[in-house]
């Protein structure tokens, strides 16, 4: 079986920083995109950054200069540092793989979601 699981997240001040972990564990062949998205009640998912496995990285304008997402490939696990948080980065944040099982295939996974909420 594979999954995702993720850590990192909790309440902070704003201007704080938090640093979210996902692990993804199981009969896995390769992880081709590895991201981040996050949900705020009311509102749609939305993507907030994204790593290839070559490192090339994509992020919302939101979230520009302030996140950075990096993955360590011989973990297969993927992080996303937070920094210079602002109230309206409250959402739960969920981790997201593309990814190649051993005996399935090709699969799209989902994390559990890790609440991160920032306080003004």
């Known amino acids: 079986q594979v999954q995702l699981v993720e850590s990192g997240g909790g309440l902070v001040q704003a201007g704080g920083s938090l640093r979210l972990s996902c692990a993804a564990s199981?009969?896995?062949?390769?992880?081709?995109?590895m991201g981040w998205y996050r949900q705020a009640p009311g509102k749609q998912r939305e993507l907030v950054a994204s790593i290839i496995s070559g490192g090339s990285t994509d992020y919302a304008d939101s979230v520009k200069g302030r996140f950075t997402i990096s993955r360590d490939n011989a973990k297969n696990t993927v992080y996303l540092q937070m920094n210079s948080l602002k109230p309206e980065d409250t959402a739960v944040y969920y981790c997201?793989?593309?990814?190649?099982?051993?005996?399935?295939?090709?699969?799209?996974?989902w994390g559990q979601g890790t609440q991160v909420t920032v306080s003004s």
């Open positions: 199981g009969s896995i062949y390769s992880i081709d995109v």
């Open positions: 997201n793989a593309d990814l190649l099982n051993l005996v399935v295939g090709r699969l799209n996974l």
